[in-house]
């Protein structure tokens, strides 16, 4: 089955479609613009044979009014006279004009005169070839005066402008064409360079650039802008080769003690304590369990775009209270009621990950704070962290070499859920220092 037109159109490559309809408009504009310009040529120069002729037909009335008409009447110009008088007989004429029949029988020459125009007439009766064009205007003592001149000199400028026309215009078109061909050509190689660009671009290359024309125009800046959503995919792909291999690397820890501690145990079974090795295995368990919770929550933040799970007002004072009771060292000074919007088991984790690690490194307390702001504050008094530190902590598998660094398991994935749960929510987080200890500080947007 043929293909539509319209399918066969889309088909087609875009430098082609825009040169047809580039040419098209042309075609349509000359083609108006040559009618027009036909017509006013046709009117014009009517009206230029229109205004002599009815100059000369007044000169000649003047002269019948004043009864000084000569004969033959003289015209200088080829106009065509007669002179009527009251009774419909021609009393003057031009040399050679017609004395026995007029220019316009009674009926034509009175619409002519209601109308003060001019009329066109066959001049061949009267042994003219081609048209004629006269004017009729009355003259004193009831005479009337017909003056006519030749209009096919019009009919001939007319066919020699239509046949330039016709010549011309399509060779304009085709010109227009070709140049527009090779324009729309020049003006797309950039986008066949970025094209090219592109397929060069594999899963192995990295740091690979689409070509950026020097042309500051919209080319410029979709060449731009993909380089730009390059670069953010290859930081996207760098970090998760980075979460890919950190993952690895902390899993291979607890998995080779696993494998060790099964390895002695069944190696030496006889002197060997079942339920150390247990528990041993245990801890290592919990371990992989909480980096595998951890890592997919973070995949989960990933997956979501900076999205909370759930948009929906929370009573934050309330998730603070129910997290801090599961703590008994934990002091809560201050609670003020604050409704925020966001999920409820989100905010709960960030809380959990920021007194857990309050709780693993303090001294002697810990204390957690709710303003009516929406700030949110843990403190502990332990060793704290350099200041130099206290950004690159947020990172994924980033630990200190000092005491907040392994503690019990930890796999430096806590603050980077919660920097990442608290941008979803629209807020931000930061540590200070709290003279002694640390000071983590959350903001949240309060829902007023």
């Given amino acids: 089955m043929a293909d539509s037109p319209l399918v066969w159109w889309r088909r087609q490559g875009l430098r082609f479609r825009l040169t047809v309809v580039a040419a098209g408009v042309l075609a349509l504009a000359l083609a108006v613009s040559a009618s027009v310009l036909l017509s006013v040529l046709d009117r014009t120069l009517i009206d230029q044979v229109d205004s002599s002729t009815l100059a000369q037909a007044q000169t000649i009335r003047v002269q019948a009014d004043a009864g000084t008409l000569p004969s033959p009447i003289i015209t200088h110009d080829g106009t065509i006279v007669q002179v009527m008088d009251a009774g419909g007989r021609i009393t003057h004429v031009t040399y050679g004009a017609d004395r026995l029949v007029p220019l316009l029988g009674a009926r034509a020459r009175a619409e002519v005169l209601r109308d003060g125009g001019a009329t066109f007439v066959d001049g061949r009766p009267h042994a003219i070839p081609g048209p004629l064009r006269v004017v009729v205007l009355s003259a004193d003592r009831g005479q009337t005066v017909l003056a006519a001149r030749p209009a096919g000199e019009i009919q001939t400028s007319l066919t020699m402008a239509g046949r330039v026309l016709f010549v011309g215009t399509p060779a304009l078109i085709v010109l227009l064409a070709v140049a527009s061909w090779l324009i729309i050509g020049r003006t797309l190689r950039p986008i066949g360079a970025l094209r090219r660009g592109a397929a060069e671009i594999t899963h192995t290359a990295r740091s690979r650039r689409l070509p950026v024309p020097e042309s500051r125009d919209e080319v410029y800046s979709l060449a731009t802008t993909l380089n730009d959503m390059l670069s953010r995919l290859e930081g996207a792909e760098q970090r998760q080769r980075a979460l890919v291999s950190d993952a690895a690397h902390e899993l291979r820890s607890p998995l080779a003690s696993i494998r060790l501690q099964l390895e002695v145990a069944l190696g030496h079974p006889e002197g060997q304590d ?4 247990a528990e041993g295995v245990l801890e290592d368990t919990m371990r992989l369990s909480r980096l595998a919770e951890d890592l997919l929550a973070l995949a989960r933040l990933d997956e979501r775009g900076g999205v909370p799970a759930r948009s929906e007002p929370v009573d934050l004072d309330e998730v603070v209270r129910q997290t801090v009771d599961r703590y008994g060292e934990v002091r809560l000074t201050a609670c003020d009621p604050v409704v925020v919007r966001g999920d409820a088991l989100d905010l709960s984790r960030v809380l959990t990950n920021l007194v857990d690690n309050a709780v693993r490194h303090t001294t002697s307390k810990v204390e957690v704070a709710l303003t009516a702001d929406g700030q949110l504050t843990v403190t502990d008094d332990g ?12 990172n994924r598998f980033t630990r200190l070499d000092s005491g907040r660094s392994r503690d019990e398991g930890g796999a ?4 980077a859920i919660v ?3 608290v941008r979803a929510h629209g807020g931000s987080v930061h540590l200070e220092d709290a003279s002694p200890g640390l000071r983590a500080v959350v903001r949240l947007p309060v829902v007023r």
């Fill in 383 to 394: 060793p704290g962290i350099p200041e130099q530190d206290r950004e690159r902590v947020f």
């Fill in 274 to 277: 079942w339920r150390e090795t």
């Fill in 412 to 415: 430096g994935l806590g603050l």
């Fill in 419 to 421: 920097r990442e749960t």
